[in-house]
């Protein structure tokens, strides 16, 4: 069942056929995930109080409905350590094709994950887990399960990966919360179950799990067509 939150971004969404960021942290935010504290704003000064609050670095990112793939269009920054460096990135963005504002949030470091969704015709929503980031399509480390997930679905798609050995401390490192990426990963899955009639595909790349929980530091949501 969705609530009323997010019912509505998912409508407001639908002319352009996917969800702005903001939009999307808070609809995870509310169905239980973690995402990094942030504000969307055109304001630099209040931009800086923000990142002040948080603490620097913090990462910034173009908002626009024109501009889908923001890395691509260089509408990214991150490690940004001090207000005018963050007033210089959000007059860049500015710049860009549609601006609406800059997503300004602090920065999370750990493990990169990714995670995602896609509905498929035959078998309806399925999850992938794997390792995320930059990396991504380097290792092409990922698995695959129907939703809804159970806690033990999410055993097995750790240690269905080739490079499960990161998520469990590999020579030293800090190990995964098993219990904060199972909550997610079952969070998410029940949420995409919810949305399955609404969605093509989401992808959180990258879930990024410090030892004590995991957040969604960037989130991509694409509605069905004819939604």
Not at 34 to 62: H, M, S
Request: glycine content about 10%.
């Amino acid at each position: 069942m969705l609530n009323d939150e997010t019912k509505q971004i998912l409508e407001a969404a639908r002319p352009r056929g996917w969800v702005l960021e903001p939009d999307a942290k808070r609809l995870l935010a509310a169905a239980g995930l973690n995402v990094p504290r942030f504000i969307r704003t055109g304001d630099p000064e209040e931009a800086g109080r923000f990142a002040g609050e948080v603490g620097y670095p913090v990462v910034a990112k173009v908002v626009s409905p024109e501009i889908l793939h923001k890395s691509d269009a260089g509408g990214v920054k991150t490690g940004i350590r001090d207000a005018p460096r963050l007033r210089e990135a959000m007059d860049r963005f500015a710049s860009l094709d549609g601006y609406e504002g800059t997503l300004v949030e602090e920065t999370v470091q750990g493990l990169e994950l990714i995670a995602g969704a896609k509905v498929d015709e035959q078998f309806g929503p399925v999850i992938l887990l794997g390792i995320g980031g930059t990396s991504v399509e380097i290792y092409q480390d990922t698995v695959i399960r129907m939703a809804p997930l159970e806690p033990r679905d999410v055993a097995s798609m750790v240690s269905g990966l080739r490079a499960h050995e990161l998520l469990e401390g590999y020579r030293g490192a800090d190990p995964v919360d098993m219990d904060a990426l199972t909550e997610t990963l079952v969070a998410f899955s029940s949420l995409v179950t919810a949305m399955a009639d609404r969605i093509e595909s989401v992808d959180l790349n990258p879930l990024i799990c410090p030892p004590d929980r995991c957040v969604v530091a960037d989130a991509r949501i694409l509605l069905a067509s004819g939604d």
